[in-house]
């Protein structure tokens, strides 16, 4: 017997018989944080996250070396099967995550038609937004995904795919207000941009051999908080998640802010939407009740929120305040989330035990050469935010 079936039996034996529905994981507020490693991450790092009180991870494996074009997909271009050895490599790694006795959302990056920019040599790949065969091999690969990990201890949902953006080529601005998103469905209601009948499709072939696991999808514009406003209704499933990413304003707390000459700072003024805002601990709270209204409005209740992902730059200096700000908020609302990012390996600027200090060049070194991680990480300032929800009983 394998040895993650066994452990599972053990577990699910000690537990009330109702325990063992998955949905009853996401009742209560559950909160994680993302894994994007180029290297599968291995049991000290899920051991490391676990010590913080972490419950769960997002995990995305499209940096790992994959035996074909794609890991797990194989072809991007043209789904047919799962790549037999990548797979063993992801449930090698689920097994070290249930180990550590965390839960795992499976995340992928891209989908067939639909190919994670960084590994398509930064071009947008829009082709699942204009031709639906695309969703047809998407369907069958989630299919395939689920029969082959549904009985697997540490799945507790599948994220059927990382910021899917149909609206990008599809003539919507980001963050366009209410009337115009809503305006623009109607027109593409039917058609191959429509996100909510791409997810009632996969969600089906995911059913035909996986009834209970809960998934997860992401609003549309890369999950943009404000994204869900224009679907008229949540999916029929009710084991379905609705998860936005808080990365606003974008100029401020992304990569390219630190490079400017006089970088934007939080709080402070910085263009959103075509104009220039005052973000503040008020204006998060305001731009993140966005998807709580919507949920209110269709009355979907709270526990089926996640904020999948929200970080900032951790060398920016407003950069604790406004995890700060963040968390407050979604404390509040008693929403579920997972920061972005936990010991990434690939790339420093949201790993935030490394403080506000540069990386040594060894760092980028290892990312060259492939080597592993060289750096020791431990609870720095710029982490206590995220540490303090993690572990509210604790002193550092």
Known sequence: MHHWILAGLLVLAGMPANAADLIDFWDTPRHGGNSFNRLPPDQAYFDALKSYDASWVRLSYDKWQPAKRDFLLSNADDYQGLAASDLRQLVEVLDRAHAAGLKVVITPLSLPGMRWAQNNQGRFDDRLWHDKRFWTQSARFWRDVALALKDHPAIAAYNLVNEP???KQGDLAEHADLARMKQWYAREQGGPRDLPAL???????????????????????????????????????????????MYEPYAATSAPNLARREPYAYPGPAPFAGKTQQWDAGQVARYLQQPVDWADAIKLPR????VGEFGCMRRLPGCRQYLEDVLTVLDRQQLHWAFYSFREDSWDGMDYELGSAKVP??????IDTGAPDPLVRKAAAEFEPIRRRLQPGITP
């Open 199 to 245: 997810y009632r499709q996969l969600v089906a072939a995911i059913r035909e051999v996986d009834g209970k696991t809960p998934v997860m999808v992401d609003a549309g514009w890369y999950a943009a908080a404000d994204a869900f406003g224009y679907w008229p209704a949540a999916l029929e499933d009710e084991r379905v998640l609705y998860s936005v990413h």
């Open 361 to 366: 060049w060894r760092y980028w070194q290892a």
């Open 303 to 306: 526990s089926r929120l996640v």
């Open 165 to 167: 953006a149909p609206e």
